[in-house]
């Protein structure tokens, strides 16, 4: 049976979004009142701004901000891992609700440059992390170095072995390797512990190497890899381990960021409006590609992908109980998306997608 008849009308928790960049400013005006047509009332968000969010204080008064634009969403705070995180910050930051620390190494991706060169130097604030309960959040590539034959098509892969040793240095520390694009990384993951689990965007469940190198509007960090490294992130996401789950990571750039010309090319993907949208039509795709079929895609797995699972590993409820309801309608995702001197293209615009109602809205 087709997705289209098992589940147009399906009844869903509101999805977990557990990756997101929001911004600030006015890109964040633009981006926040997005999020709730995407299905999503819980972001877990990320602290990459200018500058980084390196206190408690920091962290909340950009949660304040973003609640002035949508109080009605769940924002989960995250800090910059950096040299100004102590096992004194941990402390506090775990006091004042921060739920992780998000780890860029340097120069990777948007607003990097702040980012990690070693990890030793922070074992201490790994170690504090451990013991409080703080999550870690890797964004899982090593820097470009053709020295080492290292570039953006294997800097996951190349990163892989780090984390399997700070997993074997602090086992009882909640890591999750964000944004997985390899079969490698879906395999590193799945030979960790239960501390361990994957992120999974909407677009990699879409993109290969083809699709970025000749569109701007599909190239971010890390980088779709090949056709092989899409399926097995397909059955990862399908896998109801609860090792995987929905992290957009949706990177709104301004419309002259992704057009080159003035510089590099702005790495991000934009997908917050239409992201649990974006999942189920990438498993349809999955299933005319014939890597999986209709039956593998239940409506228990898809509650786990797109909101239980992530609930469970971070240890928060959703209190409000909202639900949402799938339609498989003729919705065309817009072209543009605008605000005070921003605008910022959606992934697959002009195409066609299910919709998401709210339960109560219809």
Same mark, same amino acid.
């Given at each position: 049976?087709?997705?289209?008849?098992?589940?147009?009308?399906?009844?869903l928790?509101?999805s977990?979004?557990c990756?997101?960049?929001?911004?600030?400013? @006015?890109?964040?005006k633009? =981006?926040?009142?997005?999020?709730?047509?995407?299905? =999503?009332?819980t972001?877990?968000?990320?602290?990459?701004?200018i500058?980084?969010?390196?206190?408690?204080?920091?962290?909340?008064?950009?949660?304040?901000?973003?609640?002035?634009?949508?109080?009605?969403?769940?924002?989960?705070m995250?800090?910059?891992l950096?040299?100004?995180?102590?096992?004194?910050?941990?402390?506090?930051a775990?006091?004042?609700?921060?739920?992780?620390?998000?780890?860029?190494p340097?120069?990777?991706?948007?607003?990097?440059?702040?980012?990690?060169?070693?990890?030793?130097?922070?074992?201490?604030?790994?170690?504090?992390?451990?013991?409080?309960?703080?999550?870690?959040?890797?964004?899982?590539?090593?820097?470009?170095?053709?020295?080492?034959?290292?570039?953006?098509l294997?800097?996951?892969?190349?990163f892989?072995?780090?984390?399997?040793?700070?997993?074997?240095?602090?086992?009882?520390?909640?890591?999750?390797?964000?944004?997985?694009?390899t079969?490698?990384a879906?395999?590193?993951?799945?030979?960790c512990?239960?501390?361990?689990?994957?992120?999974?965007?909407?677009?990699?469940?879409?993109?290969?190497?083809?699709?970025?190198?000749?569109?701007?509007?599909?190239?971010?960090?890390?980088?779709?890899?090949?056709?092989?490294?899409?399926?097995?992130?397909?059955?990862?996401?399908?896998s109801?381990?609860?090792?995987?789950?929905?992290?957009?990571?949706?990177?709104?750039?301004?419309?002259?960021?992704?057009?080159?010309?003035?510089?590099?090319?702005?790495?991000?993907?934009?997908?917050?409006? $239409?992201?649990?949208q974006?999942?189920?039509?990438?498993?349809?795709?999955?299933?005319?590609?014939?890597?999986?079929s209709?039956?593998?895609?239940?409506p @228990?797995?898809?509650e786990?992908?797109?909101?239980?699972?992530?609930?469970?590993? $971070?240890?928060?409820?959703?209190?409000?109980?909202?639900?949402?309801?799938l339609k498989?309608?003729?919705?065309i995702?817009?072209?543009?998306?605008?605000?005070q001197?921003?605008?910022?293209?959606?992934?697959?615009?002009?195409?066609?997608?299910?919709?998401?109602e709210w339960?109560?809205?219809?």
């Amino acid at each position: 049976m087709p997705l289209s008849s098992k589940f147009d009308g399906l009844e869903l928790p509101a999805s977990a979004d557990c990756h997101v960049h929001l911004r600030d400013g @006015e890109m964040m005006k633009t =981006v926040v009142p997005t999020i709730r047509a995407g299905g =999503v009332n819980t972001v877990y968000v990320m602290p990459n701004l200018i500058p980084p969010l390196t206190s408690a204080s920091d962290a909340l008064a950009y949660r304040d901000r973003l609640r002035q634009q949508d109080s009605s969403i769940n924002y989960l705070m995250t800090l910059y891992l950096h040299e100004k995180i102590t096992p004194a910050v941990i402390s506090e930051a775990k006091t004042q609700g921060i739920i992780g620390v998000k780890s860029y190494p340097a120069g990777v991706t948007t607003n990097s440059s702040s980012g990690v060169i070693s990890y030793e130097p922070f074992y201490p604030v790994f170690s504090a992390m451990e013991q409080c309960g703080m999550v870690l959040n890797l964004h899982g590539e090593c820097p470009s170095d053709h020295g080492k034959n290292i570039t953006i098509l294997n800097g996951e892969s190349k990163f892989l072995p780090t984390l399997k040793s700070l997993h074997a240095k602090f086992p009882k520390l909640k890591i999750v390797l964000e944004h997985c694009t390899t079969k490698e990384a879906v395999e590193a993951v799945k030979e960790c512990g239960d501390n361990v689990v994957g992120t999974i965007t909407a677009h990699h469940l879409y993109l290969t190497v083809d699709d970025w190198a000749d569109d701007p509007f599909s190239y971010c960090k890390p980088v779709a890899k090949w056709p092989t490294d899409r399926e097995a992130l397909i059955e990862a996401a399908l896998s109801g381990t609860g090792k995987f789950f929905l992290g957009s990571d949706s990177a709104p750039h301004d419309l002259s960021a992704k057009k080159g010309g003035r510089g590099k090319t702005a790495a991000g993907v934009f997908t917050q409006p $239409y992201v649990t949208q974006l999942v189920l039509n990438a498993f349809e795709l999955a299933i005319e590609r014939k890597v999986i079929s209709a039956d593998a895609v239940t409506p @228990e797995i898809l509650e786990g992908f797109l909101g239980g699972y992530g609930r469970k590993f $971070y240890g928060v409820t959703d209190s409000t109980g909202e639900r949402i309801i799938l339609k498989k309608a003729e919705e065309i995702v817009k072209d543009s998306f605008t605000g005070q001197g921003v605008e910022v293209i959606p992934f697959r615009r002009g195409q066609g997608t299910w919709s998401v109602e709210w339960k109560g809205n219809q």
